[in-house]
């Protein structure tokens, strides 16, 4: 049975929660909330899940939901879904962070550039790092996993179900922790390298004087950097695969998710 003008009234303050959910997984996912794309499309992507998912998260809701519960829970729902979309964000964040590092000690951070999808001055390894790790998360289908576990979490925590808790501030800390030590991990290799040939160069310029290190210095650097990534880049993607399969399933277990195959 259609419902009437007055029932899509009534169900209006129910649905808006459920926007603000989606909404939060747009605004902070990997990909969605990109600065390239309009924001007229994520409100239409927004609007459109929300009415797709709405009839069935409708039937979770523990009570009728009046216009002042849902002002206070708008914020609960719209915290679950950044934490959705900030989680599997904080990986993307530890693939640049770690561009950053090398870019930095190879001196490739004077190349910088613009980068359209996250809307800042980056350096060029930092973009093919990050639109990298973004492809890897693409063909892994991880933003089907994502949306999916969004999408589930209605039958675990209805609207307005969400408190604060400790597990959830633990949860942050922990991929955060992860993030960082990804980082550390990818460009290991290459400060490592670049550091002992800095040593190297150190020990050279004592005994040959008359050796131009600043001339001489950055074009091994560079060279030494490149030659060390590429012999380094392929062992990012098991990093990449499991960094994005334990965030997912630690945000899957926080929302009360049984573990996704």
């Known amino acids: 049975m259609p419902w009437t003008v007055f029932n899509l009234y009534a169900n209006l303050p129910a649905f808006m929660l459920v926007v603000c959910r989606i909404g939060g ?11 390239i794309i309009p924001i007229r499309i994520k409100i239409l992507l927004t609007l459109a899940m929300a009415a797709a998912v709405f009839p069935l998260v409708s039937v979770h809701l523990v009570g009728p939901v009046t216009l002042e519960t849902a002002l206070v829970g708008l914020f609960g729902e719209l915290a679950i879904g950044l934490l959705v979309g900030l989680c599997l964000s904080l990986m993307l964040i530890g693939v640049q962070v770690a561009a950053e590092f090398i870019s930095h000690q190879a001196g490739i951070l004077f190349g910088s550039t613009y980068n359209p999808m996250m809307d800042s001055s980056e350096s060029v390894l930092s973009q093919f790092f990050y639109f990298a790790a973004l492809l890897g998360f693409l063909a ?17 925590l209805p609207p307005l179900a969400f408190r604060l808790s400790e597990g959830l501030m633990e949860l942050i800390l922990d991929l955060t922790t992860m993030s960082f030590e990804m980082a550390i991990r990818i460009s290991g290799p290459v400060v490592v390298s670049l550091m002992l040939a800095l040593l190297a ?27 060390v990534l590429g012999l380094t880049v392929m062992s990012m993607e098991p990093l990449l695969i499991e960094a994005f399969d334990t965030s997912l399933q630690s945000v899957r277990s926080v929302l009360g998710l049984p573990p996704q195959a």
Request: overall charge positive; proline content about 5%; cysteine-free.
């Open 25 to 35: 997984l747009v605004l902070a996912a990997p990909l969605f909330s990109s600065a």
């Open 140 to 156: 892994i289908g991880g933003h089907r996993h994502l949306v999916r576990a969004l999408l589930e979490s209605f039958e675990t």
């Open 201 to 227: 160069l150190g020990f050279i310029s004592r005994t040959v004087p008359q050796l131009n290190i600043l001339t001489v210095g950055f074009p091994l650097k560079l060279a030494l950097a490149l030659l």
